[in-house]
């Protein structure tokens, strides 16, 4: 009878943790659902107000360019929600978990899931995993999708909305190779016409060549430039030679859209097209600081979606006096703080001695101290 009854106890307690681990993947299920369902609502809700402001601000635009309906929805708002998208996705994911998530507190659906066993360590799991899916998703669209968009949503802004000039800074230096040294003192995109240009090849710390022209023109045919009124020095064995030319095509092999200055440009660059530039700037001896910025955050903001989730969750799963909308406060006031980080590490990157990789990952460790430290008042 003593072992009957032995493995009768077993039987039941194997049936009570097989329900109890069906039970836990019922929430796990449910709470996927909500923070899914939260985000697809809070993005559809958050987009059509932003279209609306967006619509109202410019319809006096469309109706001066004579713009069908058709038109702005097919040619600009396609392309506007995956950058709205890119621009607040975070901020979306983050105030979705805290409104759901105390819904949840607020309904002591989390204290039941608690009662029956559930740890909070437990809880977090299908929290971050859903937020890994949503990061992942982020990052594909940020670093390859979103980039596509943009040029054609740029092209339509540049054309109906906004014309971007482009530019560029007086006394440009480039570094086109190992030994080749590039100078101009303006450049003027119009003409593709360079002013006050000086070409220097230094091997091995010596001076072998100086040219200086009046002014180089860009060939977009041949995608070569030609000097005009040219000064050549050169020095061989230790002799100097001078050459005057009036012009002569030279092989610089500098893309001039190099030396230009567009805001829009770095939104319109993928991954891959982004760490190129960046290569080709290093190499040049340019400042590549802001290139740099944007290819750091662009993965460091889709960690601080699982951060900012984690975050939320603490935040939000315990009842306090003033329920969802003390919640929802104190949720948009952390979103602005880790936006106004983000601002403040990237102007200390570009002006200061902060490198881009460490202002690109700044906001995320200071959260991820905060985390750290609502986890314990938690525990308390």
Known sequence: MGIQYSNNSISLSYIFVASLD????????????????????????IVSVAMTIDLGEHMNKFVLHNLTIGQVLGEFYIYFIPYLVGLLG?????????????????RSEIIAMFNSGMSFKR?????ILTSMILALIFWLAVNYIIPHSDVKRLAFENKYIAYQTQSSDAHIHRRLNDSTYFYLRVYDNMAK??????????????????VMADKATFDTLTRTWRLEKLFIRSFIDGKETIEVLESKKYPVNLDPTLLIKRWTHIQELNRTELSELINQLQLQGSDARL??????????KCFGIILLTIVGVILASKKVRGGIGLHL????????VYEVIVKFSDSFAIKASLTPLVAAWLPNF????LAGILWKKYQE
């Open 366 to 369: 200071l959260y991820l101290i």
């Open 291 to 300: 290139y740099e910025i944007e290819y750091h955050k662009r993965t460091s």
């Open 22 to 45: 069906r039970m836990i993947k019922v929430i796990d299920k449910y709470i996927i659902k909500q923070f899914f369902g939260g985000f697809i609502f809070a993005l559809i809700l």
């Open 193 to 210: 016409t360079a002013y006050n240009v000086t070409i220097e090849k230094i091997v091995n710390g010596e001076l072998k060549e100086k």
């Open 123 to 127: 809880l977090l799991v299908p929290y």
């Open 90 to 106: 975070p901020y979306f994911v983050f105030i979705t978990v805290i409104y759901f998530t105390s819904r949840l507190s607020s």
């Open 329 to 336: 406060m104190l949720g948009l006031a952390l979103g602005s």
